[in-house]
Protein backbone atom coordinates (compact mmCIF):
# COMPACT_ATOMS: atom_id res chain seq x y z
CA UNK A 1 0.00 0.00 0.00
CA UNK A 2 1.36 3.60 -0.85
CA UNK A 3 1.79 5.74 1.67
CA UNK A 4 -0.48 8.19 0.00
CA UNK A 5 -3.31 5.71 0.54
CA UNK A 6 -3.14 5.51 3.79
CA UNK A 7 -3.12 9.22 4.11
CA UNK A 8 -6.03 9.73 2.00
CA UNK A 9 -7.77 7.26 4.24
CA UNK A 10 -6.89 9.00 7.45
CA UNK A 11 -7.13 12.77 5.81
CA UNK A 12 -10.84 11.96 4.23
CA UNK A 13 -11.99 10.67 8.06
CA UNK A 14 -11.04 14.07 9.11
CA UNK A 15 -13.01 18.01 8.40
CA UNK A 16 -11.42 19.78 5.53
CA UNK A 17 -9.77 22.21 7.80
CA UNK A 18 -8.40 20.25 10.46
CA UNK A 19 -4.89 21.62 11.15
CA UNK A 20 -4.15 18.41 13.35
CA UNK A 21 -4.03 16.53 10.01
CA UNK A 22 -0.46 17.13 9.31
CA UNK A 23 0.63 15.61 13.06
CA UNK A 24 -1.81 12.63 12.72
CA UNK A 25 0.47 12.31 9.21
CA UNK A 26 3.71 12.26 10.89
CA UNK A 27 2.82 10.37 14.23
CA UNK A 28 2.21 7.39 12.11
CA UNK A 29 5.22 8.07 10.93
CA UNK A 30 4.57 8.98 7.04
CA UNK A 31 7.19 11.49 5.75
CA UNK A 32 5.98 14.75 3.17
CA UNK A 33 6.04 17.43 2.25
CA UNK A 34 3.04 19.96 1.97
CA UNK A 35 2.99 22.14 -1.03
CA UNK A 36 0.19 24.98 -2.31
CA UNK A 37 -0.97 26.78 -4.44
CA UNK A 38 -3.48 28.91 -7.05
CA UNK A 39 -4.72 27.02 -9.99
CA UNK A 40 -5.86 29.41 -13.08
CA UNK A 41 -5.83 33.39 -13.15
CA UNK A 42 -8.48 35.16 -11.11
CA UNK A 43 -11.92 35.59 -12.54
CA UNK A 44 -13.21 39.22 -13.60
CA UNK A 45 -15.63 38.52 -11.15
CA UNK A 46 -13.15 39.46 -8.32
CA UNK A 47 -13.09 35.63 -7.13
CA UNK A 48 -9.62 34.23 -5.92
CA UNK A 49 -8.19 31.03 -8.28
CA UNK A 50 -8.92 27.87 -7.30
CA UNK A 51 -6.27 26.60 -4.93
CA UNK A 52 -4.35 23.47 -4.80
CA UNK A 53 -2.58 21.11 -1.68
CA UNK A 54 -0.52 18.41 -2.57
CA UNK A 55 1.52 16.16 -0.18
CA UNK A 56 4.19 14.50 -1.84
CA UNK A 57 5.66 10.87 0.30
CA UNK A 58 8.77 9.81 0.51
CA UNK A 59 7.45 6.93 -1.49
CA UNK A 60 7.16 9.21 -4.37
CA UNK A 61 3.14 8.65 -4.06
CA UNK A 62 1.06 11.60 -3.64
CA UNK A 63 -1.94 13.01 -2.50
CA UNK A 64 -3.89 16.35 -3.35
CA UNK A 65 -7.05 18.20 -3.23
CA UNK A 66 -8.61 20.98 -4.65
CA UNK A 67 -11.10 24.34 -3.22
CA UNK A 68 -12.87 26.35 -4.74
CA UNK A 69 -14.07 29.90 -4.14
CA UNK A 70 -17.73 30.51 -2.11
CA UNK A 71 -18.72 31.96 0.63
CA UNK A 72 -16.08 29.88 2.25
CA UNK A 73 -13.31 27.84 0.60
CA UNK A 74 -15.51 24.12 0.23
CA UNK A 75 -12.28 21.55 -0.62
CA UNK A 76 -12.26 18.01 -2.66
CA UNK A 77 -11.27 15.28 -1.03
CA UNK A 78 -8.05 13.88 -1.09
CA UNK A 79 -7.33 11.40 -3.95
CA UNK A 80 -3.98 9.63 -4.88
CA UNK A 81 -2.00 10.08 -7.44
CA UNK A 82 0.62 6.67 -8.12
CA UNK A 83 4.55 7.79 -8.30
CA UNK A 84 5.55 8.85 -11.87
CA UNK A 85 7.67 6.25 -13.33
CA UNK A 86 10.74 7.54 -15.33
CA UNK A 87 10.79 8.78 -18.49
CA UNK A 88 11.37 5.80 -21.29
CA UNK A 89 10.60 3.16 -18.85
CA UNK A 90 7.16 0.51 -19.26
CA UNK A 91 5.36 -0.96 -16.65
CA UNK A 92 6.51 -4.58 -15.23
CA UNK A 93 6.93 -7.37 -18.32
CA UNK A 94 5.40 -4.32 -20.79
CA UNK A 95 8.62 -4.19 -22.65
CA UNK A 96 9.12 -8.06 -23.26
CA UNK A 97 5.69 -8.44 -24.37
CA UNK A 98 6.12 -5.88 -26.64
CA UNK A 99 9.37 -7.60 -27.99
CA UNK A 100 7.82 -11.00 -28.09
CA UNK A 101 4.93 -9.82 -29.88
CA UNK A 102 6.63 -7.82 -32.43
CA UNK A 103 4.83 -4.58 -31.84
CA UNK A 104 6.34 -1.21 -30.99
CA UNK A 105 9.41 -1.10 -29.03
CA UNK A 106 9.80 1.21 -25.92
CA UNK A 107 12.38 3.19 -25.97
Do not use: Y
Not at 38 to 43: D, E, F, H, K, V
Not at 71 to 77: D, I, Q, T
Amino acid sequence: MLDAEIAAILLNRRGTDDHAAGDLLREGNLHFIAESGGLGPATTCGSAPMKVECLLFADGSRVFRVGGPDEEWRWSRWVVVEPFQPAGSAPDGARDRARNAGGRQWA
